[in-house]
């Protein structure tokens, strides 16, 4: 099972290589803007976009198998309205 931190850092990872979380399953949602920070890809913007996805519900779910390098080898990303279907809330 993940650690807090390892899911910390996989938000973070998605966020500062991507500067966006999108759905891998449907491809439509997804989270590019802070509320009050906008889009400004600062230090302190990462790590809030990150808490961000994380209190909207964003999902960062471990893979069985690596995966092709153009998607995060380790995870896959799942946004709320996903997840929900997906854990049956």
């Given amino acids: ?3 807090n ?3 910390d ?3 973070l990872r998605v966020i500062r290589k ?6 891998e399953l449907c491809y439509v949602e997804e989270l590019r803007t802070h ?11 990462y790590a809030e ?3 961000l996805a994380r209190e909207q519900g ?3 779910v471990s893979v069985e ?17 996903c997840a929900a279907h997906r854990t049956g809330s």
């Fill in 65 to 81: 198998t690596e995966r092709p390098s153009w998607f995060f080898p380790d995870f896959q990303v799942i946004g709320p309205r």
């Fill in 35 to 45: 509320p009050t920070l906008g889009d400004v890809w600062t230090t302190e913007w």
């Fill in 58 to 60: 964003w999902l960062m």
């Fill in 5 to 7: 931190s390892d899911n």
């Fill in 18 to 23: 991507m500067n966006t979380f999108v759905c």
């Fill in 1 to 3: 099972m993940s650690s």
């Fill in 9 to 11: 850092d996989r938000y």
């Fill in 49 to 51: 976009l990150a808490q």
